[in-house]
Structure formats: structure tokens, C-alpha cells
């Protein structure tokens, strides 16, 4: 059996060349000769299937929202701003803010005003024009009561910058920071406190994402079964993985988007917000080291099952956290040469 296993894997590496010739040989390879993508197809689809069903069900979709209003944002800071803009997608806008604002959970949060604000402002510099006309009417028709309940606050609406407001960090200090921050992987005997979590989250999610949709989730896992559990998983913390106090599993909701080409945007934002978040992390004394968390089906079957994930999240990556055992060393890991990774023009 190894002996057939391993002749297959030798006949697959002598013909990758022939499957990677084309787009269409390299389909058929991954139809009929690897299912190593089948669960990024499955999720992609299923993330799909519940971003339309929602929309059917409910009537409304979160990110929908969310995108629609970073998209009235930008065509308000437009530069000359054009007196009639997002024709094509402000009746939707209008639609799932009535419909989400009505969701009692969603009266408070700062997302929906985000999107009344931004909503309230395209409406008053607008000119007249049938399709403005019509919404115009439905918002201010339906909107008064949250127009009442939350007049006196900030407007969340673009804005001039304010230079006074540039925090005081030299770029040395950055630098520093960004030195000081390594793998670590040997951690204290000692709980990580969830406010620090939370503050190290605040700076994560003020990371840049597409549309403004940070289609991500951040499991946290301290619980001593659950973090056993989930800390066997990764295959890269062999040897260190029993002294882990706290796991982070940050998952990506494919959900967000209604079509394949967005498809690596969970990566990418969730892997920005990672990044400002182990920086933060180490401004409160705490340490990580993010783990890969590799495509591997029978990993991955074992990931959904413990975290109860739906069939449209991914696992992105997985971080280590804890107090840094002073005496644990880290890797010294060298960084490329500047020249070697940047190109002018
Ligand atoms: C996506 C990703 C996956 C990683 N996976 C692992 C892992 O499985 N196990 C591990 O010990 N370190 C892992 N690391 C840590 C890297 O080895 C480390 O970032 C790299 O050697 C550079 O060292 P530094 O983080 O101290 O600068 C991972 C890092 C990243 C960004």
C-alpha cells in the first residue's frame, strides 16, 4: 500500500508540469486527480449561497450595508463630488438600513449610525433626480425615530483630519516596536486577562479591510479542555504547544461577499488586523507567535467540528498568547535585506 501510495506521488510530481500548462488541464487536475481545494470551493459557494439567502430571507445583510455606505463615503469625499452618485446601489443601501435598523439588537450599534449618518448626508447633497427622489423619501419617511433618539452625537461622516490629533511616536519608536515584537514561544504559567485581549482588539480592528467589512472573527480560546483540544490541532507547535495559556483561531466568514472574486479578502484583512494586534499585544506586556494553520481536510474536519464552524468559515491562522517567559528564548530569524523585497517603479 505505501509502496502504490508512493509511486502515485511520484507520477503525480513527474506530470505537474503537463497539468499546469493551462488553466483548463489544471481544472481537470484539481476535479479528477486532487481534491486538495475542494473545501476552499466548498466554503467559497457556501459563503455565497448564505450572502443571497440571507438577503432573500431577511431581507438584509450586514455587510451589505457596511460596503454600500463605505461606498456612499467615498463618493462623498469625492473630489469635485458629483451632485448625483450611487444610482445603482442606493435603493439597496436604503433597503437593508430600514430593515437592519429595526433589528433590536442593531438599534446601538455604531455601524447602523455609521450608515444613518453617511445616509443622512448623501441625502442632503444630492440633487433632484427620480431614483434619489424616491429613497430620499422612504429614509426620511422611516428613519425619524433614530433621527430623534440620536441627535447630539459625533457625525460619522467624512472628515478633515486633524493634524493636532497625530499621536506623538517616532518612527524610531515604531521601529522599535516592531523589533521588540517576535515569535515567542514559551509563555509564563500565567492567564492572560481578557481586558488586555479586548484592548489589543480595539487596535486590531482599527486595521484597514476591504469595503470597510472585516469579515473576520477572533475565537479565543482559554478554557483548558477546549484550548487541549484545539492547541493538537496545528501541525507547527510541536514540542511548545502544552505550555500555550491562550489560543486565538481567527476565522474568515466568506458570507461577505457575493461573488468568488473576493474570495482571498478574508486573508488579507484578517491578516492586517493580526498584525496590529500582536503589535498591541506587546505594548501590554503580552507576547504571541502567529501558528499556520495548514489546508488539510482532515484538520480542518477536526477544526469545524470544535469550534462549531459553519460550512462558509475558514480558519485563517492561528496565534499563541501569553505573558513571555523571560527565560524562554526566540528565534533570531533574520530579515531579508530591504533590496531584495522592494522595486522602484
Ligand atoms: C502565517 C504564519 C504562520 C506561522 N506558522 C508558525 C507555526 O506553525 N509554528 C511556529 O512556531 N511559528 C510559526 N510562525 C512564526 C514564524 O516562524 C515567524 O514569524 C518567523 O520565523 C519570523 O520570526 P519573528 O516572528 O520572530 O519575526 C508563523 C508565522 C506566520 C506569519
Known amino acids: 500500500m505505501t509502496k502504490?501510495?508512493?509511486l502515485l506521488k511520484k507520477l503525480d510530481k513527474s506530470l505537474l508540469w503537463f497539468w499546469s500548462k493551462n488553466t483548463f488541464l489544471s481544472s481537470f487536475y484539481y476535479f479528477f486527480i486532487s481534491g486538495k481545494f475542494r473545501r476552499e470551493h466548498h466554503a467559497v459557494l457556501a459563503g455565497r449561497t448564505q450572502h443571497s439567502k440571507e438577503i432573500k430571507e431577511e431581507k438584509a445583510h450586514f455587510y451589505t450595508l457596511v460596503r454600500n455606505t463605505h461606498r456612499l463615503e467615498k463618493g462623498l469625499l469625492m473630489k469635485p463630488r458629483r451632485d448625483v452618485f450611487a444610482l445603482d446601489f442606493i435603493e439597496e443601501t436604503v433597503s437593508h438600513f430600514l430593515t437592519l435598523n429595526k433589528v433590536s439588537h442593531l438599534s446601538s450599534d455604531p455601524q447602523i449610525q455609521w450608515s444613518y449618518d453617511v445616509l443622512t448626508e448623501y441625502f442632503q447633497v444630492t440633487t433632484e433626480h427620480p431614483v434619489i427622489e424616491n429613497q430620499r423619501k422612504r429614509f426620511l419617511s422611516s428613519s425619524n425615530t433614530l433621527l430623534e433618539s440620536t441627535s447630539g452625537h459625533e457625525t460619522?461622516?467624512?472628515?478633515?483630519r486633524n493634524e493636532k490629533k497625530k499621536p506623538n511616536i517616532s518612527f524610531e519608536d515604531f521601529l522599535a516596536l516592531t523589533?521588540?515584537?517576535r515569535s515567542v514561544r514559551w509563555f509564563m504559567d500565567k492567564p492572560v486577562p481578557h481586558d488586555l485581549i479586548d484592548r489589543a482588539l480595539m487596535a486590531a480592528r482599527q486595521s484597514p479591510s476591504a469595503?470597510?467589512?472585516q469579515p473576520f472573527e477572533y475565537r479565543i480560546i482559554d478554557e483548558p479542555t477546549l484550548l487541549n483540544e484545539v492547541t493538537n490541532l496545528p501541525m507547527g507547535i510541536k514540542g511548545y504547544q502544552h505550555n500555550i495559556p491562550m489560543m486565538i483561531v481567527v476565522v474568515g466568514n466568506l458570507d461577505a461577499y457575493f461573488n468568488e472574486r473576493d474570495r482571498h479578502v478574508v486573508y488579507i484583512d484578517a491578516s492586517l488586523a493580526n498584525m496590529a494586534f500582536m503589535l498591541a499585544l506587546e505594548t501590554l506586556g503580552l507576547s504571541s507567535c502567529p501558528i499556520n494553520w495548514p489546508?488539510?481536510?482532515?484538520l480542518e474536519r477536526k477544526m469545524e467540528k470544535t469550534l462549531r464552524l459553519k460550512k462558509f468559515q475558514r480558519p485563517i491562522m492561528c496565534m499563541a498568547v501569553g505573558y513571555p517567559d523571560p527565560?524562554?528564548?526566540v528565534a533570531y530569524s533574520e530579515k531579508r535585506a530591504i533590496e531584495k523585497f522592494r522595486k522602484y517603479n
Open 211 to 213: 469595503c470597510n467589512r
Open 156 to 160: 460619522l461622516t467624512p472628515y478633515e
Open 327 to 329: 527565560k524562554g528564548k
Open 4 to 6: 502504490l501510495k508512493e
Open 295 to 298: 489546508d488539510i481536510e482532515s
Open 179 to 181: 523589533q521588540y515584537r
